[in-house]
């Protein structure tokens, strides 16, 4: 597996603010993957993070709301932008490729709390 | 990806074997069964994968039956501490590329005393 990690472990925002997210992972990997939790629900997809282009966006998802960066193969950023109590939820990043081959790992997420 | 089908909940005695259930009735030939579970809020752990074969590893068992429509992930000998959502995800594995993972929403096991 790999160890990914996530900054920061838990947040408690204003409404109408942004909040940037990091994952780092330990050895170079193919694919980045972000995730969002919300309370009592089951994991959806936001986007794939693409190092060195744009990410792609699941449907309902947009990049306004959600800008990814990815600068290289270990590191990437989501940012929650413009918050509302709706985006409150855990936030997860997740990995896969290179030495980790074809099974995604996840970050032990990101706890939002939007007041 | 085919879509699963497990039961919204269980119980298992602790040291005793739990058996999860899932049905993936339209899962296609280059399609895998992936397993994770997600103890209290903590991200999703990979457990185990399988094609066609049964697998074992030194979590759990996968039982894949023969016509690949239904699967059981067996943890041989449960702790309080394999309480936890079990997702089942059937997903597509084409060379050089990966597919998302779609989450349900799982089996929640409980194991008690």
């Known amino acids: 597996s790999a160890v990914i990690s996530q900054k920061p472990s838990r947040d408690i925002c204003q409404r109408g603010t942004s909040l940037t997210i990091q994952c780092q992972v330990d050895?170079?990997?193919?694919?980045m993957f972000w995730y969002r939790q919300q309370p009592g629900q089951s994991l959806t997809l936001i986007a794939t993070?693409?190092?060195?282009?744009?990410?792609?966006?699941e449907s309902g998802f947009v990049i306004d709301k959600f800008p990814i960066s990815r600068p290289n193969l270990t590191f990437s950023t989501l940012t929650v932008s413009n918050m509302s109590p709706e985006d409150s939820s855990i936030y997860l990043c997740?990995?896969?490729?290179?030495?980790?081959?074809?099974?995604?790992?996840f970050g032990p997420g990101t706890r939002l709390l939007v007041l | 990806d085919a879509k699963t089908t497990q039961p919204p909940s269980m119980d298992c005695a602790e040291g005793r074997a739990a058996n999860l259930p899932c049905n993936h009735s339209?899962?296609?030939?280059?399609?895998?069964v992936y397993w994770y579970r997600q103890i209290h809020s903590q991200g999703p752990q990979y457990i185990i994968h399988g094609l066609k074969n049964n697998e074992t590893n030194e979590m759990a068992s996968l039982i894949i039956t023969e016509d690949r429509k239904s699967s059981t992930l067996i943890l041989p000998h449960a702790t309080l501490r394999d309480t936890a959502v079990y997702y089942c995800i059937v997903r597509s594995r084409n060379t050089g590329t990966a597919s998302k993972l779609t989450f349900g929403t799982g089996t929640r096991l409980q194991v008690t005393l």
């Open positions: 993070a693409n190092q060195g282009s744009e990410a792609t966006y």
């Open positions: 997740s990995v896969e490729g290179g030495i980790l081959q074809e099974t995604q790992y």
């Open positions: 050895s170079q990997v193919t694919m």
């Open positions: 339209t899962i296609s030939g280059n399609e895998y």
